[in-house]
């Protein structure tokens, strides 16, 4: 099966859970990522508002505490369509992208480089035991942290997934990104250390 059939199979079945089935997955997600010690030391995490039926990491804003500070992802064409972060708290303005994803506004004040950002919680169609992450095709994650190929330097990249979106085997690209671990509602893993 290719990558575009992984896509469509794993999104039709994500956008068959209900509300309450999205709710309830994503706070057992958040259950197990709340307790991992890489969740627990990260002081700058980037995360995602959830759309189409994606598991839902959004509970984690209220959590804010002067040991964490939270980052939205941030779509710049003028930069090699790259994504930037910027910080967000809960009740800053958003305003939605041409996908309909909303942002925070991007300035100085607000952007953090990505290599200062400790945890960066990845939305995904889908992923595989070796790391391999299945997007939505549009490559931002990959151009963004194209810098951690074959390293473990941070931040650390955590996919954020229903434990049906795991397939035994991706295919591969050379430009894909790995994710270092995952959190589904069942587990908390890590792909190499």
Do not use: C
């Not at 958040?30 to 839902?56: C, F, M, R």
């Amino acid at each position: 099966m290719d990558k575009t059939q992984q896509r469509r199979e794993l999104i039709k079945r994500r956008k068959q859970l209900t509300h309450v089935e999205i709710e309830a997955k994503s706070t057992r997600i958040l259950d197990h990522l709340d307790k991992s010690e890489i969740y627990q030391t990260a002081k700058y995490v980037a995360l995602y508002l959830a759309i189409n039926g994606e598991a839902d990491p959004r509970a984690l804003l209220n959590q804010s505490s002067i040991d964490k500070h939270f980052y939205l992802p941030v779509i710049d064409h003028s930069d090699g369509i790259k994504m930037h972060f910027a910080k967000y708290q809960l009740g800053d303005p958003l305003t939605p992208n041409e996908f309909g994803i909303l942002e925070p506004e991007l300035t100085p004040e607000s952007a953090i480089p990505v290599t200062k950002l400790d945890l960066v919680i990845t939305p995904l169609v889908g992923f595989d035991d070796r790391g391999n992450r299945l997007g939505m095709g549009g490559g931002y994650y990959d151009r963004t942290f194209a810098f951690k190929q074959n390293t473990d330097v941070t931040p650390y990249l955590m996919g954020f997934a229903y434990d049906f979106q795991s397939f035994e085997y991706i295919p591969e690209n050379i430009w894909d990104v790995k994710l270092d671990g995952i959190a589904t509602e069942k587990y908390v893993k890590k792909f190499h250390t």
